[in-house]
């Protein structure tokens, strides 16, 4: 592999370590008790905020011109539908968390529009989960190399 288009792997490595700190961190915020009042809407906010930044990164890094998906697709063009799902995505996951930020600042006022908030949310962080699984995989089968599933 081209030196360096190994290190532009790591810097996707990088920053998928960092969307999954993110995202563990919204995750642990989630499972806190409602109850907390302030402090769980103090929490869940911060951690969207961050999961916010680290998905623009994470979409910058990956769709640049000559990155990630497109090289994928030049290497091995029957990977063009998931990559072009995998940036789909991408736009979906910034506007849930941009809906679910909007809807903090309205304010949550009701129970049943925290456990709404909540329940969006934690199904976000579950459809992430799946693309970065298909991302790794979408990775190995253009180049063979394991891009990681701690971070």
């Not at 592999?1 to 995750?27: C, I, K, Q």
């Not at 990956?62 to 090289?71: F, I, M, N, R, S």
């Amino acid at each position: 592999m081209d030196p360096e288009f190994a290190a532009y792997l790591e810097r996707v490595r990088s920053h998928r370590a960092e969307l999954g700190e993110s995202m563990a961190a919204l995750d642990a915020a989630l499972a806190l008790p409602v109850g907390l009042g302030s402090l769980w809407r103090r929490r869940v906010r911060a951690a969207l905020t961050e999961l916010a930044h680290d998905l623009r990164d994470h979409r910058a890094v990956t769709e640049e011109p000559g990155g990630l998906y497109a090289d994928a697709v030049s290497r091995a063009p029957r990977l063009a539908s998931l990559a072009k799902l995998q940036m789909k995505e991408h736009l979906d996951f910034i506007e849930v968390v941009e809906r679910l930020l909007g809807e903090r600042e309205a304010g949550l006022q009701s129970p049943d529009a925290v456990a709404a908030h909540r329940e969006a949310a934690t199904e976000l962080v579950g459809r992430i989960v799946r693309h970065r699984q298909r991302g790794a995989d979408l990775i190995y089968e253009a180049y063979e190399v394991d891009i990681g599933g701690s971070g």
